[in-house]
């Protein structure tokens, strides 16, 4: 069983910052996902057991930068230029299995979330 603790939501004004930290029991492949009111979970990014193959999604790709610490089995989640529709839950999940990594059915395991609300 692989645990994720995640940290670092809250609240910030529009064109802020915040960076959310996810820590592991293994080195995995990991990613975020967010969850607005009423809507579905969306894929935000991932990055590959080795910290060096990264993807995003359009909605953050400049914005929104992952990254991960290999020895401390930390992946990071550095949010600029923050928006209103950024507003979510945030959640961190790894997998084992490597196959649909851009889809929550892709994953195995899931970080308890975190609140980031950006005011307008």
């Known amino acids: 069983q692989v645990q994720l603790v995640e940290s670092g939501g809250g609240l910030v004004q529009a064109g802020g910052s915040l960076r959310l930290s996810c820590t592991a029991s293994?080195?995995?492949?990991m990613g975020w996902f967010r969850q607005a009111p009423g809507k579905e979970r969306e894929f935000v990014a991932r990055i590959g057991r080795s910290g060096v193959l990264k993807y995003y999604s359009d909605s953050v790709k400049g914005r929104f930068t992952i990254s991960r610490d290999t020895i401390h089995n930390t992946v990071y989640l550095q949010m600029n230029s923050l928006k209103a529709e950024d507003t979510a839950v945030y959640y961190c999940?790894?997998?084992?299995?490597?196959?649909?990594?851009?889809?929550?059915?892709?994953?195995?395991?899931w970080g308890q979330g975190t609140q980031v609300t950006v005011s307008s």
């Open positions: 999940a790894a997998t084992v299995r490597g196959t649909s990594p851009d889809y929550p059915t892709g994953y195995d395991y």
């Open positions: 293994s080195r995995l492949l």
